[in-house]
Antibody
């Protein structure tokens, strides 16, 4: 079964750090772009960052540039999101997402999400 | 950044109705447009990719059309399990962006 399982969420104070992890199973992890997508309480979906299969390309939404770092370990079938200098507006459910396709790309597998709350 | 504008933001419909949701891009994105369904804060589910391709396992009552800047998602005969929020998303370029969502209510 194709599956993504996130972990690492929790309550953190403003200015603090958190590292999210995502473990993939049921598919060849190293063959896919991977993304993090978040959803603030009661709000819509917001793409956060993605990373190419061989780690040569990484992209971020402007609001997290310089604060968040996406990474992956293909040997461990794992995706990470290091989040520093956290702000209240980073409070959200964070989804680990697989990007499929070869010309047209789409997000075909989603984890259940992990909740990050930034509050004092 | 490419802005995605969905309309309406919400709609009320009945079982059996035909429902159409519109998504407009702020610039041409060819067919780099995907549609997702999200129920009650669960993880989103891919419905349509590349504007008009039905994801495997998605019922045939769902269809997508459009190219360039104007796209539509149509549910031909609304079923009870279709009451949810629907999002469009462009994959033409980063940052990848979503529409604000359309909530389909009873």
């Amino acid at each position: 079964e194709v599956q993504l399982v996130e972990s690492g969420g929790g309550l953190v104070q403003p200015g603090g750090s958190l590292r999210l992890s995502c473990t993939a199973s049921g598919f060849i992890f190293s063959s896919y772009w991977m993304s993090w997508v978040r959803q603030a309480p009661g709000k819509g979906l917001e793409w956060v960052a993605n990373i190419k299969q061989d780690v040569t390309e990484k992209y971020y939404v402007d609001s997290v540039k310089g604060r968040f770092t996406i990474s992956r370990d293909n040997a461990k079938n794992s995706l990470y999101l290091q989040m520093n200098s956290l702000r209240a507006e980073d409070t959200a459910v964070y989804y680990c997402v697989r990007e499929a396709g070869s010309y047209y790309y789409y997000m075909d597998v989603w984890g259940k999400g992990t909740t990050v709350t930034v509050s004092s | 950044d490419i802005q995605m504008t969905q309309s309406p933001s919400s709609l009320s419909a009945s079982v059996g109705d035909r429902v159409t949701i519109t998504c407009r891009a702020s610039q041409s994105i060819s067919s780099y447009l995907n549609w997702y369904q999200q129920k009650s804060a669960k993880a989103p589910k891919l419905l349509i990719y590349a504007a008009s391709n039905l994801q495997r396992g998605v019922p045939l009552r769902f269809s997508g059309s459009g190219s360039g800047t104007h796209f539509t998602l149509t549910i031909s005969r609304l079923q009870p399990e279709d009451f949810a929020t629907y999002y469009c998303q462009q994959s033409y370029g980063t940052p990848l962006t979503f529409g604000a969502g359309t909530k389909v209510e009873i």
